[in-house]
């Protein structure tokens, strides 16, 4: 098979790359000593100056303001068009883990600009239900049928494609470096779940454009602010959320999104745009998620949009040693998600995503849960390690160990939706 024979070579390349990226790992920032002095831009104060005090304000002018700064010059512009979306139920079984859950699998077909793009939609719902029930709604990076272990479930469409020559790193093609997703303890939960690979909807890989889904839209506006990846991916979710509020098993006001990592940059960005989403959480997403960009601690602006050019706009690059020129940084991305829930998550080990950036964005958001009335984090000061730290709407946890997603952040995500779902 291809994929066999050109094994040893995107191996070696692989190695190639892992070497460049864990040289620059080695020679970024960890010392808190040399972060650089920064000033956050106010999240309530409008480009004219005047102070936000009220929700309306907020809704009205602030928060519109907010977005677009963000869409135009960080992931870029979400068309408002809608593309021709059809569902082929392939697959249901009603028996699936061992009877606990019915699963099934569903082809959604893209089209627009005389393309297609296929995606396959994995979704497990409980059959101990009464009544609908809360859906957690997550991409994965490796296919259903890799995340989902001991699932019989078919490959995503993105395994079909050969692997790009300059690049071994659809991340299916690594083997299994991100943790099985605990699918039994989120039925026994009460939660339904769906997943979708992420290469689906966007090849991960500066060449992929034409095979994802944003070829399927007529290429309007500035080129600085044409949306890629990151901006698709989000997108993705909105259709995937699409399909769920639709089942007749699914709680339409209780949709969580999670991501780790690239996904979490991803799923701020589609909980910031998507106010379907009650619950929006962030694995371990650092720079360019829930890290704060001006601290450049850990992975930059600069290393990041040239590492991975087909993940923001252009625009971003602009930025690229330049972070304090930024008219926004990522805690006026996690104020987009007020009033609903926000959970950001760090590891103990992944300092590349910058775990202290990552908690005072979630923090500095606390100024538009409070025009809610509502308590957002109370410290600038970060929990310790495996304490997670939960207000009325929003949560931060460091767990031990490395970068990944792992039973216990799952549990702590549960936990949170709970509460977040009135399930306690
Ligand atoms: C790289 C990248 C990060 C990203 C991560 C991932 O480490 O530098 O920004 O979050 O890959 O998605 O696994």
Redesign the pocket.
């Known amino acids: 098979m291809t994929r066999n024979r050109t094994f040893p070579a995107l191996f070696l390349a692989f190695l190639t790359l892992g070497t460049v990226?864990v040289q620059s790992?080695n020679a970024a920032n960890y010392d808190e000593a040399k972060v650089p002095r920064f000033t956050l831009p106010e999240v309530l104060t409008c480009q004219d100056g005047t102070m936000v005090t009220t929700r309306r304000q907020w809704e009205k002018k602030r928060r519109p303001e907010v977005l677009r700064l963000i869409s135009e010059q960080e992931y870029g512009v979400t068309p408002d068009e809608k593309v021709k979306t059809t569902y082929e139920v392939l697959a249901t079984d009603p028996q699936a883990l061992g009877g606990k859950a019915t699963s099934q699998q569903v082809m959604f077909t893209f089209s627009g600009q005389g393309r297609e793009v296929k995606a396959l939609l994995a979704a497990y719902v409980p059959n101990n239900r009464k009544g609908r029930v809360p859906v957690f709604i997550e991409y994965n990076?490796q296919g259903n049928h890799n995340v989902l272990e001991g699932q019989d479930l078919m490959r995503s469409p993105a395994f079909t494609r050969p692997l790009h020559p300059h690049d071994p790193l659809p991340?299916w093609a690594e083997g299994g470096h991100v943790a099985p997703w605990p699918l039994e303890q989120i039925i026994d939960r009460g939660y339904a779940l769906v997943t979708m690979c992420f290469e689906d909807i966007y090849p991960d890989y500066p060449e992929g454009e034409p095979l994802g889904v944003t070829a399927l839209f007529p290429e309007t506006g500035d080129a600085g602010s044409r949306w890629q990846a990151i901006g698709a991916w989000a997108w993705g979710s909105s259709r995937i959320a699409d399909w769920v509020v639709r089942q007749p098993w699914a709680n339409r006001k209780q949709l969580a999104i999670a991501g780790?990592?690239?996904?979490?940059?991803a799923a701020l960005w589609a909980g910031a745009q998507d106010e379907r989403f009650q619950v929006v959480i962030s694995n371990?997403?650092?720079?360019?998620?829930a890290a704060l960009s001006k601290r450049a601690y850990g992975?930059t602006v600069a290393?990041?949009t040239k590492?991975?050019p087909h993940w923001f706009c252009r625009n971003f690059s602009q930025y690229a040693n330049n972070e304090q020129a930024m008219p926004f940084d990522q805690h006026m991305l996690t104020a987009l998600v007020a009033p609903r829930h926000l959970y950001v998550a760090s590891a103990e080990e992944d300092n590349?995503?910058d775990q202290k950036g990552e908690y005072l964005s979630a923090y500095y958001a606390s100024p538009v849960y409070a025009l809610y009335g509502l308590k957002g984090l109370s410290s600038p000061e970060m929990p310790a390690v495996n304490q997670p730290v939960m207000t009325e709407r929003v949560a931060y946890h460091i767990r031990s160990g490395s970068?990944n997603q792992l039973p216990y952040d799952w549990s702590c995500y549960l936990d949170f939706c709970d509460k977040a779902f009135g399930r306690q």
């Open positions: 990226r790992q990076f991340r780790l990592s690239r996904l979490g940059k371990e997403s650092g720079c360019g998620g992975e290393f990041i590492t991975f590349w995503a970068h």
